[in-house]
């Protein structure tokens, strides 16, 4: 096939076709290449240069020499010029013809290139709101470094952490959530100004840089963010709430890096975050007498459970009506061998945020499944165990798998184990929590609801989770004598109870009086320092089991 047979069905398939000679002037043009081009004349004789982006050019000649080089097909993609000024993105490909000849052809490649484009602003940007994402936001933490360092100026890194935006999305949906999440990126947008940066860097995670902006200024920016962020949000037909928990670093004080400038943001939050809802806080790198004893604590910690210095107490749980021996709630103690018995209070909350929790949890189900077993077997028939199960045990992916390995290791019932969960474990995501109650109510196991009352304030989720007793918190119980308002309240979950065929347990039964009136009101079991003080599994066994 000759060139010029080859140059006319090219014309007829692509959107450009020209034929050059070496110096890139015009020999043959298609009729299509004047029409994509939207030119009032001919192309003939006319420099294929002129209708190149300048930018561009070099990138031609280069794939015009290799074409020459090596009598392959060349290609690569430009920008051609419509009506000498518009560029064009268009797939280009060059080949070499007989007399040093070349043959250019092109299509559109417009749409391809805007999809690119569009591809690359999704990876560093967050769909939702549009604002930068994580990637995106180290570049500008580490340009606005290099800024201040020229000018020898400030900046200020915020991370704010909502608090309660799960909750929200959870209950209320995606679509009510999304809505929220573009709310709080429109508030925070005008808290700073148009030259600061504010990106999304994870669903409840929000990020601000800001140039020149040091310690004097950035307190007033955190109280406005803060005070921005209180205000109610009007979605749909509901009226929400949320706050946040700020965590500030500076350079140069805090870092000269976009890494340990997010880094030591993220700590200052987490310490924000501890002081409850609505707080900021600025980094320091030097720890706090609390801070302190809570990293010693943690150490000692790590050592107690290498060491053994974990134990089970156990209190006995009664039946209110007749006295009888039902169960016992397995209760985690310390005993360190410098400082004796630590309170519970004080080292639950530090497992937990530590991740020891996990560790602790496993081995206390474990041991606490194995003792009700022995005792069954010595002489405790209808005996159940009360165990407390933690927020991050709860979320474990392997729980399930966890908890139906003990009850076969240890040859416990499932009818004869009961897990309390608190009523904020199971509202943090209610779709999970209501996947994982389903399998362990069909497998048998109990589930209670622990300190009843004084946590979520909805009661929906009575009748969306298969639960099997109530427990009602020792706060209600310690005045229920003298308060008309806790004998009200305690009657209402009796009631509520009873209506749901739930079982109830009363915590911190510690007189006569207050069993009197349980039981008078129809409570089902009670635990408390009257009828038994948590005890250890021997002296549990010489008592119950003599």
Same mark, same amino acid.
């Given at each position: ?9 090219? /014309? ?30 001919? @192309?003939?004789? +006319? ?24 009598? +392959? ?97 959870? @209950? ?6 999304? +809505? ?41 920016? !955190? ?13 749909? *037909? ?67 459970? +290498? ?12 039946? !209110? ?7 016992? *709630? ?126 979520? /304030? ?48 009363? *915590? ?39």
């Amino acid at each position: 096939m000759n060139s010029r047979i080859s140059f006319n069905l090219l /014309s007829d398939i692509c959107d450009f076709a020209v034929c050059i000679n070496a110096q890139g002037i015009i020999q043959q043009a298609s009729k299509s290449s004047q029409q994509f081009l939207q030119l009032s004349k001919g @192309l003939l004789h +006319e420099s294929i240069g002129s209708y190149i982006q300048p930018e561009d050019i070099a990138l031609f000649w280069d794939a015009q020499e290799k074409a020459r080089k090596t009598g +392959e097909k060349q290609t690569f993609i430009c920008r051609i010029l419509r009506q000498l000024m518009l560029p064009i993105w268009v797939d280009c490909f060059i080949h070499r013809l007989v007399n040093d000849q070349y043959i250019v052809i092109a299509f559109d490649a417009t749409h391809w290139k805007e999809s690119e484009t569009r591809l690359a602003y999704f990876s560093t940007h967050d769909t939702l709101t549009g604002l930068p994402g994580k990637v995106l936001l180290d570049d500008r933490i580490a340009m606005n470094i290099q800024t201040a360092q020229r000018e020898k100026s400030f900046l200020s890194l915020v991370v704010i952490s909502l608090d309660g935006y799960r909750k929200i999305n959870d @209950l209320l949906g995606h679509s009510i959530g999304d +809505e929220l999440i573009r709310s709080v990126a429109e508030r925070l947008q005008n808290c700073v100004r148009r030259s600061d940066t504010v990106a999304r860097v994870s669903d409840d995670e929000f990020s601000m840089i800001m140039i020149g902006v040091g310690q004097n200024n950035i307190e007033m920016i !955190a109280r406005k963010i803060l005070t921005a962020l209180q205000q109610s949000f009007h979605i749909s *037909e509901h009226t929400l709430h949320i706050s946040a928990s700020l965590g500030i670093s500076l350079y140069p004080e805090h870092g000269s890096s976009a890494s340990h400038l997010y880094r030591h943001a993220e700590v200052a939050m987490y310490r924000a975050k501890t002081l409850g809802k609505n707080h900021w806080k600025i980094y320091s790198d030097q720890v706090d007498d609390s801070e302190r004893s809570d990293l010693s604590l943690e150490s000692a910690m790590y050592r107690g459970i +290498e060491n053994g210095e974990f134990m089970l107490h156990y209190q006995p749980i009664f039946c !209110a009506q007749t006295g009888q021996l039902r169960g016992a *709630e397995a209760l985690m103690r310390w005993k360190n061998p410098n400082q004796g018995f630590i309170p519970p209070i004080k080292f639950i909350p530090l497992a937990e945020n530590s991740g020891l929790i996990k560790i602790l949890g496993a081995w206390a189900l474990r041991s606490a499944c194995y003792q009700a077993k022995q005792w069954q077997d010595a002489g405790l028939k209808d005996f159940y165990i009360s165990v407390n199960v933690s927020p991050r045990q709860f979320v474990q992916e392997d729980f399930l798998e966890m908890i139906n390995g003990v009850l076969r290791e240890s040859g416990l019932l499932p009818q004869n184990l009961m897990l309390e969960i608190t009523e904020g474990v199971l509202m943090d995501n209610p779709q999970r929590s209501g996947e994982i109650l389903t399998q362990l109510h069909v497998a048998g196991v109990k589930i209670a609801i622990d300190d009843f009352g004084t946590g979520y /304030s909805s009661l929906a989720y009575l009748k969306k989770f298969p639960l099997s007793v109530l427990k009602i918190d020792k706060s209600f119980v310690d005045d229920v004598i003298n308060c008309a308002e806790d004998m009200a309240i305690i009657g209402t979950i009796l009631s509520l109870a009873e209506g749901l065929n739930l079982m109830v347990v009363a *915590e911190g039964v510690e007189n006569d009086a207050q069993l009197g009136f349980l039981k008078q009101e129809g409570c089902n079991l009670v635990q408390g320092y009257l009828t038994g003080k948590p005890v250890h599994s021997e002296d549990f066994k010489d008592k119950y089991l003599a």
